[in-house]
């Protein structure tokens, strides 16, 4: 088997601890990314990753609870907001940001942050 696509099998999303209305885990993993999918249907996931990374409020709010609905099938994306207002906005891209880090190897098979698969 191929070595890449064994370790893309046996890929495990970061799951990131953080403290909005309560202790909840931030996972960006395939169901994540799919519900964005499923909550913009007219945008593709490249065009929201660009919002996101030019701070749009709609992107940020929209990855944080993709990514913490796991939790709770019943979290809407206004709940996720409200957690969100004040500071919990930049704490969220900060935490999306490592997220997105974690996920994404680069061209040498390292993780985008420099640590070996």
Not at 37 to 49: A, C, G, R, S, V
Request: glycine share 6%; charged share 35%.
């Amino acid at each position: 088997m191929d070595k890449g696509l064994k370790r893309d099998l046996q890929h495990k999303p970061k799951e990131i601890p953080i403290t909005l209305d309560k202790e909840r885990t931030f996972i960006l993993d395939l169901n994540a990314y799919s519900e964005l999918d499923m909550l913009y249907d007219d945008k593709t996931f490249n065009e929201i990753l660009g919002d996101f990374f030019k701070q749009r409020p709609y992107a940020v709010r929209a990855f944080m609870w993709a990514c913490l609905v796991h939790e709770d099938e019943e979290l809407t994306v206004k709940q996720v907001g409200k957690m969100l207002d004040g500071n919990g906005f930049n704490y969220a891209a900060e935490i999306i940001y490592e997220g997105l880090r974690s996920d994404i190897p680069s061209d040498d098979g390292k993780k985008v942050d420099g640590k070996k698969k």
